[in-house]
């Protein structure tokens, strides 16, 4: 098990979360009268997001090796990247609907699109699909990463026939003509949406677990030494980006993509987990890796915890008592809670569920490499 990518994971899932806090934080000095939050960051915390496509990349290709090739590689490979994702996030999503249907007026537009079933079925098929306003996102927003999700593992599974490397290689050179097809032609989505160079980062990702498979190992000082690096482009793109907003086009992968690759190489390129397993490892470490295994559920979970944190401190009339970063925390650490107690009592059993069922008909699988709880 590779510990360090378990607690990125923890890290990367923990970012959003602490983003999208900012927004209900403001939100709630506006209600409640507290203090308003003071602008910038010191990290763009969205940024967590770029870190999971890093991770996905990696991930996607350690847990693939006994598939690549293999008879009925590509269904294996699908069924368990389908039970990993699709469950829980069909789960939240038909919760976001039944809101978006009860009470529109709380959601905004979204509570329209809840009445369009053309864009409610592209929404649950990770179909990109615009907005009126032309975003393509889908109506549970937070799904736009798993649109991407969803069409790299598609274009790996294909892949997958050629062998490892030879996946990794078609899945590199479909995402960079794609990149530059969306640069030159400027194609109507959903094409457009798979062709924005955030896509660049999976193939980043997939190389470090090349590198990873290939028997690359760095030692501790080059490790710490990429960390640094890593860490300190993500404060030099809060500082050249606001920290506020996300990034469109090339800016991107370059400026949060890459520091997200070193990070991500730091905690992949050493030794895996002992045989003490997590067991072993100091307590905040631990609690990391237990995290990490939740972040999935954190991801899709936290804007409910966040709104119903929110909520609770209004009501409590602790609104006012609490400073912006006071209320941040608390609703933050309402989110991982929840978060924690979904993984174990519902994303979890449903993975594990769905997964069986799928493999009843594409056949047993064969031990993949164990990189985390979750990605067996």
């Known amino acids: 098990m590779l510990v360090f ?7 990367a899932a923990t970012m959003v979360v602490w983003h999208h806090a900012r927004h209900e934080a403001g939100l709630l000095a506006a209600r409640g009268g507290g203090a308003a939050l003071a602008p910038g ?20 290709v350690l847990a693939s090796r006994s598939l690549a090739g293999a008879p009925g ?5 699908l069924a368990h990247r389908i039970a990993r994702v699709v469950p829980l996030y069909w789960l939240t999503t038909a919760l976001y609907l039944a809101l978006a249907l009860a009470a529109p007026g709380l959601l905004g537009e979204a509570g329209s699109l809840g009445r369009d079933p053309a864009f409610v079925a592209a929404s649950f098929l990770f179909w990109p699909m615009a907005r009126p306003d032309g975003s393509l996102q889908p109506l549970y927003g ?31 050179g479909v995402l960079v003509a794609l990149v530059a097809l969306g640069a030159l032609l400027a194609p109507p989505p959903p094409l457009a949406f798979w062709a924005d160079p955030i896509v660049l980062e999976f193939a980043l990702g997939a190389g470090l677990g090349l590198a990873r498979l290939a028997g690359l190992r760095l030692p501790s000082g080059a490790r710490i030494a990429l960390a640094l690096l890593g860490l300190a482009g993500m404060l030099g793109a809060a500082w050249h980006l606001g920290g506020e907003g996300e990034v469109p086009g ?24 002992g045989r003490g ?3 072993a490892l100091p307590t905040p470490l631990r609690a990391l890796a237990v995290l990490g295994d939740a972040s999935y559920a954190l991801y899709l979970t936290h804007p409910f915890a966040l709104r119903a944190g ?11 008592a609490l400073s912006p970063w006071g209320a941040m925390a608390a ?27 799928l493999e009843n008909r594409v056949g047993p699988s064969r031990r993949p490499v164990f990189i985390g709880r979750e990605d067996r």
């Open 5 to 11: 990518i378990q607690v990125l994971r923890a890290v």
């Open 41 to 60: 960051t010191l990290l763009p915390w969205w940024a967590g997001v770029d870190l999971f496509f890093v991770i996905s990349g990696l991930v996607i």
């Open 73 to 77: 590689g590509r269904g294996r490979f």
């Open 142 to 172: 937070l799904g736009w990463t798993l649109n991407y999700e969803m069409a790299f593992y598609a274009l790996f599974a294909l892949g997958l026939g050629f062998g490892l490397r030879g996946a990794v290689a078609w899945l590199g």
């Open 250 to 273: 090339f800016a991107r992968p370059l400026l949060v993509g890459l520091p997200a690759g070193l990070l991500v190489a730091a905690a992949a390129l050493g030794p895996g987990l």
């Open 277 to 279: 397993g997590i067991a």
């Open 310 to 320: 929110r909520e609770a401190l209004l009501r409590l009339g602790l609104a006012s």
């Open 331 to 357: 609703m933050t650490g309402l989110a991982l809670l929840a978060a924690v107690a979904v993984h174990r009592l519902v994303e979890r059993p449903l993975t594990r569920s769905v997964r069986g069922f």
